[in-house]
């Protein structure tokens, strides 16, 4: 069965310090995954997507298909990161597309 | 920049009415959501819908039903609401093309008393 696991519902950092968010996957086709964070009082927004490659505000993730997982990292943390993240995986159903989202990880950077 | 709208940001009802939430995006996505957002369990998807009239169920639908008459519209019903339909309840669109992130409204939280 496709699945999103989060092994941590809250992560707390100090200013500066390197952060990576677990992301694993459990999916028979070729997966597609995404990042999506909410800061407080805003809406749910994507980050970032595997497929384009990109660092957005500093953060990657690389798929690693061996281990099925997705980690989010930043080397140097900042307060203004502090924010709900997501890790979705795209599952293709043909008539529509929907995301599996995990249970979220809350990111606290301390000053 | 894709704009997903819903209609209320707090809404306050009580035990056994009936509740309309609206959802309106303005990008001609085929695709809407509705998901409910809760501390520890995440997003899980109620409904969605692919096309005009079109609708099915998520992973949570008891309790709730939807409607898609217009394109741009999609609404999520509380047939007769209970205090654990109390809820955090996202609007998303995405386009039907492979691969397309979905686009969320500003959410509208729901207490029933």
């Known amino acids: 069965a496709q699945r999103v696991t989060q092994p941590e519902k809250l992560l707390s950092v100090f200013k500066g310090a390197p952060v990576e968010l677990k992301c694993n996957y459990s999916?028979?086709?070729?997966?597609?995954l995404f990042w999506y964070v909410q800061y407080s009082r805003q809406r749910l927004q994507l980050l970032l997507r595997?497929?384009s490659r990109e660092s957005i505000k500093g953060f990657t993730a690389d798929l690693n298909k061996g281990e099925t997982s997705f980690h989010l990292k930043k080397p140097f943390a900042q307060e203004e990161d502090s924010a709900m993240y997501y890790c979705?995986?795209?599952?293709?159903?043909?008539?529509?597309?929907?995301?599996?989202f995990g249970t979220g990880t809350l990111l606290a950077v301390q000053p | 920049d894709v704009k997903v709208t819903q209609s209320s940001r707090y809404l306050v009802k009580r035990t056994g009415e009936k509740v309309f939430l609206e959802c309106v995006q303005d990008?001609?996505?085929?695709?809407m959501f509705w998901y409910r957002q809760d501390p520890g369990l995440g997003l899980r998807l109620i409904y969605f819908?692919?096309?005009?009239?079109?609708?099915e169920k998520g992973d949570i639908p008891e309790g709730y039903s939807v409607s898609r008459e217009k394109k741009e519209r999609f609404s999520l019903i509380l047939e007769s609401a209970s205090t654990n339909q109390t809820s955090m309840y996202l609007c998303?669109?995405?386009?039907?093309?492979?691969?397309?992130?979905?686009?969320f409204g500003d959410g509208t939280r729901l207490s029933i008393l």
């Open positions: 990008m001609d996505h085929e695709n």
């Open positions: 998303a669109s995405s386009s039907s093309t492979y691969y397309q992130p979905q686009h």
């Open positions: 979705a995986l795209f599952n293709y159903g043909g008539a529509t597309n929907k995301l599996i």
């Open positions: 595997h497929i």
């Open positions: 999916y028979s086709g070729s997966p597609e």
């Open positions: 819908s692919y096309d005009v009239k079109m609708k």
